[in-house]
């Protein structure tokens, strides 16, 4: 081949890859280094078929939507020798996100043969746990080995959620502050080794409306996490909370800012305070959402999707509000689509709906209002490492 041939090759191959890159004018912002994106989406539809849904990921990106909160499961990558080895599913996630503008926020998790989920509460399975965290840094985060052989932008997961609603009964029987610190001790430092960037979020914590030994207080249960892991254990705390469609939207919203004021609350008197007296450490919203009517009249279906919308523009407005008072970083709506043929409210949570040979339907007004504010929205800073 001739040098200019060479040279001319070379040029076509930079601006290809800077078009990967780098977003169009026309797109929402991508987020920087050391950002992320403002809003996000907590599930796509059927968690275990995200990786096939590539038309919804490129939904997301369209709208600004770029975070996209999946699940990890220790379970799925873990070989016959008790290494981290088995990938695939991950990689053709992280592959179908990126090109899309979606970056992951790993939910380290462990749930066996899709029965129960098993969390470690001793040495030894806290200590597999950490290794297999340490393992997703290492292939996903910043200096990830995933990236370099994608074929695929880089996008890197900057931020890794050790569990979810670790104070709920469903995944974390007999929930346990004290076993739940621990498993942020083991988990923390390794991480750190494998991505020294790596901030660690608080596994997203549930906000039952009536506390009790199945479901804890979600202030108690942090406080006494931080009382024994201290207060650098994390870099940020998830938040989750919905909406009971039996309610109005505005009595809702008002539950909401009560529990996540409640949190913010916690944390400063706990972990201590930053500039002007705001918590120290970031509070994501990473599930957010409003159950819709269960019932076949199509009148009633349509009050309670405008119902949706509301409780979608108070949320998202009042907790932006208090986003510098209360350091509140990302909002993430759960759920993208409603289940394919739904029976239960909380298979109405999607902000799209779905025909029943599982295809997208088209949006709901939550859609409209929800990416009304994601498309416009400036990247936020990533939480400060602890």
Known sequence: ???????????????????????????????????????????????????????????????????????????????????????????????????????????????????????????????????FAAAAARRYGTFGSFWPTCGCPYRPARVFEVWNEPNHGTFWPNANPGEYAALLQAVKPRVRRADPTARILFGGLATPAKPDATRLDPSAFLAAVINAAGRNAFDAVGVHNYSNYSRSPSVDVDTLLKAVGGVVSTLQANAGTGPGGRPRQQVWIGELGRYLTPDPDPAKQAASEQDQRAFAEMATDRLVANRSAWNLGPISWYAMRDAPVATQPYERLGLRRTNAEDTDAGPKPSWDAYTARSASAAPLPLPTLR
């Open 1 to 131: 081949m001739k040098p200019r041939a060479i040279r001319l090759r070379v040029s076509l191959a930079v601006v290809f890859l800077v078009v990967l890159l780098v977003p169009t004018a026309a797109s929402p912002a991508v987020p920087g280094v050391n950002q992320t994106s403002a809003y996000g989406i907590g599930s796509l539809r059927a968690e275990y078929l995200a990786e096939l849904e590539p038309f919804d990921l490129g939904l997301m990106g369209e709208a600004g939507l770029r975070t996209y909160r999946a699940r990890f499961r220790q379970d799925q990558v873990v070989d016959a020798g008790g290494g981290y080895t088995q990938w695939g599913r991950l990689d053709n996630l992280a592959r179908l996100a990126s090109l899309q503008g979606v970056t992951l926020l790993p939910v380290l998790i462990n749930l066996p043969g899709d029965l129960a989920y098993v969390p470690p509460r001793d040495p030894a399975s806290r200590e597999a746990f950490a290794s």
